[in-house]
Nanobody, 120 residues
Framework: QVQLVESGGGLVQAGASLRLSCAASGSVFKSLAMGWFRQAPGREREFVAAISWSGGAKYYADSVKGRFTISRDNAKNTGYLQMNSLKPEDTAVYYC?????????????WGQGTQVTVTV
C-alpha cells in the first residue's frame, strides 16, 4: 500500500503556471504507474495524465496536451504535474493516483487532492 499527498495547488490567473507535486510513502511507489486526475464542481472526475513506473511512457488527455507535463523522480518518491498556460476550464481539484497498470480504469491508491483555481 502507498500513501499519496498532493501539494502545489493555488489560485492563479489565466496564462499562469503551477507545478503540482505528489509525495508518496513507501518504496513500492517506484514500481507503480502514476496518474493525475481532476474533478471540477458538478462534473465527473476525469483523466489528465499518466506516467509509467520508469517514466518511459506518458499519456495525456487531449485537453492538456502541449500545456501539461507529467514527470516523476523515483529517488524522491515524488511525481509532478507541470501545468502551463492555465485556463479557467482547468479549475478543479487535482488528484494523484498510483496503480500497477498505467491503463487501469480504477487506480488503486489516491491522494486527498489539491485545489487549482484559474481566474480570467
Amino acid at each position: 500500500q502507498v500513501q499519496l499527498v498532493e501539494s502545489g495547488g493555488g489560485l492563479v490567473q489565466a496564462g499562469a503556471s503551477l507545478r503540482l507535486s505528489c509525495a508518496a510513502s513507501g518504496s513500492v511507489f517506484k514500481s507503480l504507474a502514476m496518474g493525475w486526475f481532476r474533478q471540477a464542481p458538478g462534473r465527473e472526475r476525469e483523466f489528465v495524465a499518466a506516467i509509467s513506473w520508469s517514466g518511459g511512457a506518458k499519456y495525456y488527455a487531449d485537453s492538456v496536451k502541449g500545456r501539461f507535463t507529467i514527470s516523476r523522480d523515483n529517488a524522491k518518491n515524488t511525481g509532478y504535474l507541470q501545468m502551463n498556460s492555465l485556463k479557467p476550464e482547468d479549475t478543479a481539484v487535482y488528484y494523484c493516483a498510483a496503480d500497477p497498470d498505467i491503463r487501469s480504469s480504477f487506480y488503486a491508491e489516491w491522494g486527498q487532492g489539491t485545489q487549482v483555481t484559474v481566474t480570467v
